[in-house]
């Protein structure tokens, strides 16, 4: 770990992590953000029923996100992959509920993990971008945006019905101070608020920092090594240490607890500690899997000792299909579905998902329910005796009714690229109002969203409209999105006239929320090549944005610094991998 | 069913099959039969150890292949399925063995099916072709060639162990009366020795006939009808109480039995009875996909209420990879795999494959032994306590030390197309020495063997030459075959300094056998168009070749009026599905 005055030090260099806060400060900020929450969520629950945990009833069960990061539906033994190196995610399933149809909210990390902790589609929580027409944005390093103080995050309504909550891993939801996670309901955190991508030049670009709670403890490179030539690092042995003792020290207390387990292991690059490094058939991308599925293993076999298995729930998926211009070396799989992470193909937004909570969700079920990764915020809720806000379009479903009695509940899934519907999912129907994999431009230069894959009119390296015909797939007959309807069928203009009004309904309600990823183009991956150029337009474009601020707040100071060190700087990062 | 008369009269009609012989003519040829099996066999018997069912010891254990028709490897929940619609078939491997890494002996079924029951690759046995290069070829109607004499089937050898011998299905190892299941070791058949194609003209092409045992009994579309509107058959039903009606029969007199369950409702045109029709979330190949599933659990339910179960060993697998030309109506999914039936990539030719054997094959196992189909003739000779021929090359691996001990054996794979060694594979490494999907001609014609895939180099559609430096690729890494190898990696050297000495040795002592479906060029896939026209070079072909010949045996009388026939053929048939 680094000494204090050499991460003091350091953070004035960085462009927009959290600046170490520390002992009475932190905790008056932490003291402050709870009672602004707990006032708002007051007001809510007058409106709905008394929840299980605020009534001093049996103490709710304890809720477990276990959040994977670019790891694809096809990666596990049990959705199908050949080399079956997954037998505790695998027992997992054998022990709780399988969802085969399972999305993600978006087809990349940030806004997924946004969806998730609010509910809502990234275009109501802004976390979007409305630079070009259908792009994908996240938070990189460059970027200032991040997760409004106006979206309540599960972990800050959590709080109502007495649960201790942690993130552990991967933030993303902004790395400037007014995004930290404790700031936002959560009450520990270890972790970084960016990618592990490096390393970078100390002075000019440093290193993504890690944070214990409010203090950063070392960087990705430096004080938590990753030798991008072995694979070998021992993150993903931490971030299980982190979960084990947080859950005994919750259990010992008495309290529940929610534990938003949100590792990057298999995020390129793809890394894994040295007794798992050479141990898959995959290469070092099932490393990093099978290091994954024995700290799962771990983690409920801890659950299972203390005796609170039964009273806790766990739930375990990714945040977007597997990243396929990363493999095979550094990306996984997403089954027999089209293309992966970044499009809105299957492969980019259907999602491993298993459920497991003992004595509640009986075993070896299978739930065609189409659930949505922002059903984990609603179901938490509910898990907590709670009500989701209702101030607020909220996107999750309460799974509930699906886990423990089998129900399953129209609704469809909408997928988005940036404020662009691409295409929309009702029942086993798929339309696609655009298609596009990436530009041309970029295809030439070897970036390839579906290598090995092309559907011709369906892949296309041109924004294609379909929004007047729609392209139509039956995803139970053709998961892999291969043959479109005949327009001239009845079947066609069966789903059509199934799938229109959501749309309709949809997009009238529609309130999008502020952009929070467009402040600079660099978090445009559209844009990726751009970032290898120092003095690029969108670097300038953002310096300028940021420059023409007129606040003196210490945050716009960082930024400030930020920028004028952007002009400088030497970019090293690969802009492919987000 | 039909009366005798009408089928007598008839037959005379029919190009090819098997004429009706009945009472003691029958059973004087299926005695001669035994006994010319019983004596070669006593030879061979001489070299090896006495087996277990000869020797007087316990009763050997009955061996039930349920073998499947173009089901791919991605066509079951266990290997991934999203709809997941085999809970019989799932716990079926949750009770015993799953194999991921299983394979066919050729991407089509005849050769397949050949494969099977000698042990041997198709190569070896005859079932290929010459007319031209890497051309599948299977016995559709008109072709005349079938298994030789000269071959030990599987049920030959298991007569000296006192195994009763059922096939039930498809029998597609030629349809003349020499190459009759009850003249290569088989006590009984229910079944056709065809495809279902149809319907046929009924005086020019007569529908495939379907037979018990010597007796043809009816043809498909007449007394067994298929409605191709529909998809409605009641088939799977028929052979699935001809399974049961045997198993109790076997039971009840104490005899050990071999069933091979051979059914096609899988294949295009794909089938299931009304209880069935509509019920699947996949359309009409799931609905087939179901009833098949169900019938899986009717036998397995029925071994254990016997209390045979654990003295029957049962293995499940397909013939060829899912048919994607017929996709997605009519054929299934090959999962993360390229390409499908009739190709040399995985998809062509791994397989779902399942063992179970309650109280000796431990339950929830997954081996990763590079199987095949081939090795289901050696397993059963060595569950019947017998040791294959040893005056002839088997290809087939003993797997009860895999299925029993869990031990790997290194062995090759070995993918051929007609009498062309396309590919091998070793450990994880696959060298393609050729590659070929169709021809152009086929392709522009709508014909694509690889729907939505499309990986440059690899999927040509001219036949591509790599003798000389292979395309190489790591099978766990990449499955899907899309990333080959660079070649000036060591990774690569490596991969074929283990690969080369395999195929050296292979084919140094590679003694082909006489071609069997050379005779008719319309066996031969890649001219398949030409099958639509009456009086087409190869219909002449065939004819010329058949009237050639000098022979009066009654056998080549029968191939002359066929032969007269096919002059004046009305082909309906498609074609395209083998």
């Known amino acids: 770990m680094a000494p ?31 009672v602004a929450a707990a006032t708002r969520w007051r007001l809510l629950l007058v409106l709905s029923a008394a929840g299980l945990g605020v009534t001093g009833a049996p103490q709710p069960p304890n809720i477990l996100l276990l959040l994977m990061d670019d790891m694809g539906w096809g990666d596990l033994g049990v959705y ?43 275009i109501r929580s802004g976390f979007y971008t409305t630079n070009g027409h259908a792009r994908n944005a996240y938070t990189p390093q460059e970027i200032v945006g991040g997760i409004p103080d106006s979206e309540l995050l599960l972990p800050e309504l959590l709080k109502e019905a007495g649960y201790t ?72 042995q931490i971030y299980l240490q ?23 292991a298999t995020h390129a690059p793809v890394y894994a500690s040295r007794p798992f490094l050479g141990t898959s058939q995959r290469g070092r991308y099932g490393d990093a899997v099978r290091e994954i599925d024995d700290s799962v293993g771990k983690i409920l076999h801890l659950l299972r000792d203390l005796s609170i298995a039964e009273n806790t729930f766990v739930f375990f998926t990714s945040d977007n299909g597997a990243a396929l211009i990363s493999a095979p070396r550094q990306g996984g799989s997403n089954g027999p579905f089209l293309c ?123 924004q294609e409209e379909h929004t007047k015909l729609p392209l139509v797939f039956h995803l139970g007959r053709d998961p892999g ?31 999008p929320g502020q952009p929070q990823l467009n402040v600079c183009n660099r978090a445009v991956m559209a844009d990726s090549q751009q970032l290898h150029h120092r003095g690029s337009p969108s670097v300038l474009f953002c310096c300028r944005e940021i420059m023409a601020t007129q606040s003196k707040s210490a945050h716009e100071g960082a930024a400030r610094r930020a920028c004028a060190e952007a002009g400088q700087l030497s970019l090293g990062h690969r802009g492919r991998h987000l």
């Not at 069928?489 to 949809?506: F, G, M």
């Open 242 to 264: 982190e979960a084990l003792d947080f859950i005994k020290r919750q259990q010992a207390a008495h309290r529940p607890f929610f534990l938003h387990w949100a590792i990057d």
């Open 4 to 34: 204090p005055h050499r991460q003091a030090g350091r953070v004035a260099r960085f462009a927009g992590p959290f600046p170490p806060l520390r002992g009475s400060v932190a905790l008056g900020v932490v003291a402050m953000a709870a």
């Open 165 to 236: 909550s942690k993130i552990v891993g991967k933030w993303h939801l902004g790395h400037r101070p007014q995004f930290h996670p404790l700031k936002h309901g959560f009450d520990e955190w270890f972790g970084s608020p960016n990618c592990h991508f490096g390393p970078y030049d100390n002075k000019a670009r440093p290193n993504i920092p890690v944070y214990r709670d409010w203090e950063m403890v070392g960087r990705f490179y430096e004080e938590f090594p990753i030798n991008l030539k072995t694979g070998e690092a021992n993150l993903t």
């Open 340 to 462: 992966g992470k970044q499009t809105t193909f299957e492969g980019g937004m259907r999602e491993p998902a298993i459920a497991w909570w003992p004595g509640h969700i009986p075993a070896s079920q299978v739930s065609h329910q189409l659930g949505s990764i922002m059903d984990l915020f609603t179901t938490s809720l509910s898990l907590a005796g709670l009500e989701p806000p209702r101030d607020r379009a909220i996107d999750g479903l309460d799974l509930l009714p699906t886990m423990l009695q089998g129900r399953l509940t129209d609704r469809p899934v909408f997928y988005y690229r940036g404020n662009t519907l691409m295409a929309v999912t009702r029942g086993q129907y798929k339309a696609h109002f655009w298609t596009w994999t990436n530009s041309w431009e970029e295809f030439r230069q070897g970036v390839d969203f579906c290598p090995g894959q092309n559907v011709s009119g369906v892949t296309t390296h041109s």
């Open 80 to 122: 199908g992959e050949p080399s079956r190196e997954t037998p505790n995610l695998d027992r997992m399933a054998a022990e709780g509920m399988l969802f085969p149809n399972f999305y993600t909210a978006n087809p990349l990390c940030s806004p997924s993990r946004a969806a998730l902790l609010t509910g809502r589609l990234p």
């Open 481 to 511: 999105e291969r043959f479109p309807l005949s327009i001239a069928s009845t079947e066609y203009l069966d789903a059509l006239r199934q799938i229109t009004p959501v749309v309709r309904q949809h997009q009238e309600a529609l309130v």
